[in-house]
């Protein structure tokens, strides 16, 4: 007997048995957090227009997990998704991966899409998902996704939801179709990964994966199970913030002349002259309120200098600056907060400037463009005596050398 079938025969007969076995799990209770509120008040605008789940049915997430099977708790989470996402003008689809049945190998299939998204459209989608079983072939289901994004305009997300067992998953292959469906749509594509379980090695291929893509992420479906967390997971991939509204011409009359009174903004970075402390920003730099080029959002754990992931979007679009502004150099400054010595800040804050340093330079910002400079916790910007604050003060700040 073929032994892929026999493998599958035998998931499913552990299946019923757990069938058999278990005791009722209750239903879990989920308030969706409302997104629409962000749109409507203007801070935040739509980020993609299609997007495509890809949800793994094989016969590893058959196993238990959290009281239910991985497979249901996998569903439960795109449900849960599919509840908070906001009001928006999309257009989605839904595909599975692993055997389609004990006797089938066919392997992957579209259950829903690509079409108007509707939350109806994606939970008819999930109830037809089926039993797990078979191998995880991940990358059939990317080559399948890069056909049915074909039609696609504008921007696109792709959000994985795996346990990514190694035993079932060829993971070089599955690196190597991450990597073609990104050339295939390039910039406009993003790749989220969502790990059901905790198995370490199916934890590091799916941080591999979101890398492929480089504007997206990897996260545990644990982190995102609470209503905040699925809202705050939701928002990072569907919404971004609104550009910069511009300073409006204010006018001032005397007696029968109009005085026309401009705000300048030298370097048009939306903070105006007389507050910018920091003049001469690139063009298409991000800026705090004093008008300086700090990635504000990427900060770093205590007593590390590793960027995380889910920051790598916010420096691609640093190094996309470079691209717009060719004649600038920059000192990135690292900066810490001020928990141990000051000679020990200060390598640290180095090694944090010299990590963004080396992600630009591997962007491919020359060199010669870049320096790196520490100074450890001589210049915080918040209060070193909250958590919340020293949070703040890890982090690096990119100053245009004149």
Do not use: H
Request: charged share 25%; aromatic share 8%.
């Amino acid at each position: 007997m073929n032994k892929n079938y026999l493998k599958a025969i035998l998931f499913v007969a552990a299946g019923l048995l757990l069938i058999g076995c278990a005791t009722p799990k209750a239903v879990s209770t989920f308030n969706a957090v409302d997104l629409n509120p962000m749109l409507q008040g203007g801070e935040y605008v739509p980020k993609v227009d299609n997007f495509i789940v890809i949800l793994d049915k094989s016969g590893s997430m058959g196993e238990p997990y959290k009281g239910q099977k991985k497979l249901d708790y996998a569903k439960d989470m795109v449900s849960r998704m599919n509840q908070t996402i906001p009001d928006l003008k999309l257009t989605g689809s839904l595909r599975i991966f692993g055997r389609l049945a004990v006797f089938c190998d066919q392997f992957t299939k579209l259950l829903w899409g690509p079409a108007a998204y509707s939350r109806a459209g994606l939970d008819g989608g999930l109830n037809k998902v089926g039993f797990s079983v078979g191998d995880s072939p991940l990358n059939i289901a990317f080559d399948a996704a890069g056909q049915d994004l074909k039609s696609a305009g504008g921007d696109i997300a792709v959000i994985i939801f795996s346990d990514a067992n190694k035993e079932y998953m060829d993971y070089g292959a599955v690196r190597k179709a991450a990597t073609a469906l990104k050339s295939q749509y390039g910039n406009r594509l993003c790749i989220y990964t969502v790990q059901i379980g905790n198995d370490s090695e199916g934890k590091e291929l799916l941080q591999q994966v979101a890398q492929e893509g480089q504007c997206g992420f990897y996260t545990n479906a644990d982190q995102i199970a609470s209503s905040q967390g699925m809202a705050d997971f939701v928002a990072n991939i569907f919404l971004k913030k609104a550009p910069p509204k511009p300073e409006p011409v204010k006018e001032v009359v005397k007696e029968v002349i109009v005085e026309k009174v401009v705000v300048l903004d030298s370097d048009g970075d939306g903070v105006p002259d007389n507050l910018d402390k920091c003049p001469g920003t690139p063009k298409g730099a991000r800026v705090d309120k004093f008008g300086c080029w700090v990635l504000e959002d990427v900060l770093f754990d205590f007593d590390k200098y590793d960027i995380k992931p889910q920051f790598y979007g916010l420096l691609d679009e640093a190094a996309a600056v470079f691209e717009k502004n060719p004649s600038i150099r920059v000192v990135i400054e690292g900066n810490t907060d001020n928990i141990g010595t000051a000679a020990y800040n200060m390598k640290l804050s180095l090694k944090r400037a010299e990590a963004v340093m080396n992600y630009l330079s591997n962007k491919g910002v020359a060199k010669d463009k870049l320096s790196a400079k520490g100074y450890g916790f001589t210049r915080p910007i918040a209060t070193n005596s909250t958590k919340k604050g020293r949070a703040l003060n890890r982090r690096v700040q990119l100053t245009p050398v004149p």
